[in-house]
């Protein structure tokens, strides 16, 4: 079993409000979205409420803890979101993104879900954003192809594991 590393832990430390620019950002994906190209292709970016880990309370490998061993890790800078996006529908609605510091600690619902049950400090979600407001549904198709389109433009591949054979 794979012990969680101290730095995970919460420990009363503050929600950071505002990420720097530069801040990296790493997330977990499965080979099975990769070809042969040497850029992450977008069905591997989540989408809405991207889960990822910031760079300054984490290492790239953390987001493989527990049993992630298998996967990928890839990396963006905070600059790289991106924001505003407009929908194409009739109603021309403009998205906003941002990375929202969100750590898993005991009282988090996260942390009793399957796969999860230990803290995480570095937590953090992009989150989708209307009219100020959190935007808890699915954006529009277009934001959502955009924001992938344009997030994969400037994601780098820290490590790519070969697919597996059940893959």
């Not at 990928?72 to 924001?83: D, L, N, R, Y």
């Not at 277009?142 to 994969?152: D, I, M, W």
Request: glycine residues 2%.
């Amino acid at each position: 079993m794979i012990s969680i590393p101290e730095r995970f832990l919460v420990n009363g430390r503050p929600t950071i409000k505002d990420f720097e620019p530069d801040e990296s950002l790493y997330f977990r994906f499965s080979s099975k979205h990769f070809s042969d190209e040497n850029r992450l292709p977008v069905a591997a970016i989540r989408f809405p409420d991207f889960s990822v880990n910031a760079g300054s309370f984490s290492q790239p490998i953390d987001v493989l803890i527990p049993h992630w061993i298998d996967l990928g890790i890839a990396e963006f800078k905070v600059s790289a979101i991106p924001s505003p996006l407009k929908s194409d529908n009739k109603d021309d609605r403009e998205f906003f993104f941002k990375a929202c510091h969100d750590p898993i600690d005991v009282n988090h619902p996260a942390f009793n879900m399957p796969n999860q049950g230990f803290e995480n400090y570095a937590h953090t979600e992009i989150r989708a954003f209307l009219e100020g407001e959190h935007f808890k549904q699915e954006p529009p198709k277009s934001v959502k192809k955009q924001f992938r389109l344009k997030l994969s433009d400037t994601t780098k591949i820290v490590i790519l594991r070969p697919p597996s054979p059940q893959e």
